[in-house]
């Protein structure tokens, strides 16, 4: 148990569906993470908040809707969805502060699969 | 953009033979962490290291971080099957970036 608590743990979805993916944490974190992990490649970071501010969207389609309403929660919107979206999606909290001190806590992980 | 190569990207091996895994950059970073990923779960942070030349050891694995603080590497001594997984290393200056992993497998 990281503190980090990710609904659903798996979701099957048509291309056409819309759907949620939900992040939640209780350890005083500031930051909170989105990341996507497909079989293969490098562990890809989606969006950044800091402070319930987005501050970096590493150029994610639009299909992917992010929401931040307070510093505990972090949703990810899901619509009209391609089968190459099917991965693990990942949510990480962190509080930052000197490099030394920076660990990411992740969630278990929502494995996604577009039909 | 930073990058981060790990290898080698799959290792199988007996247990209690030794290993090294690499993670290399072209990109300086402030820090590097090691993560380590079972099926069906998110990573869990093994390491952070800071200083370059630094090592640190965790029981039987040895983290180093490279003198330019651009790459690293983790040896495991006698492996063992509960070290079976997904070893991740991650860079860290603004943000954290990481690497596609080693794939370790040590069978009984």
């Known amino acids: 148990e990281t503190g980090v608590t990710q609904t659903p743990r798996h979701l099957v979805m048509g291309m056409t569906n819309k759907k949620s993916l939900k992040c939640e944490q209780h350890l005083g974190h500031n930051a909170m993470y989105w990341y996507k992990q497909s079989a293969k490649k490098p562990l890809e970071l989606m969006f950044v908040?800091?402070?319930?501010?987005?501050?970096e969207n590493n150029s994610v389609p639009s299909r992917f809707s992010p929401e931040c309403p307070n510093s505990s929660h972090l949703f990810l919107h899901l619509h009209t969805l391609q089968p190459e979206d099917s991965a693990l999606y990942l949510c990480a909290s962190s509080q930052p502060g000197g490099a030394g001190d920076t660990e990411a806590f992740f969630g278990q992980g929502t494995r996604l699969t577009v039909v | 953009t930073q990058l981060l190569e790990q290898s080698p990207q799959f290792l199988s091996i007996q247990e209690g033979e030794n290993l090294t895994v690499y993670c290399n950059s072209s990109s300086v970073f402030s820090s590097l962490q090691w993560y380590r990923q079972e099926p069906g779960e998110g990573p869990v942070l093994l390491v952070t290291v800071v200083t370059g030349g630094e090592v640190k050891k965790l029981k039987r694995l040895t983290f180093q971080f490279g003198d330019a603080r651009k790459d690293s590497s983790l040896h495991i001594t006698a492996a063992q099957p509960g070290d079976t997984g997904l070893y991740l290393c991650?860079?860290?200056?603004?943000?954290?970036?990481f690497g596609a992993g080693t794939r370790l497998t040590v069978k009984p």
């Open positions: 991650a860079g860290y200056n603004n943000d954290m970036r």
């Open positions: 908040y800091s402070l319930e501010e987005r501050v």
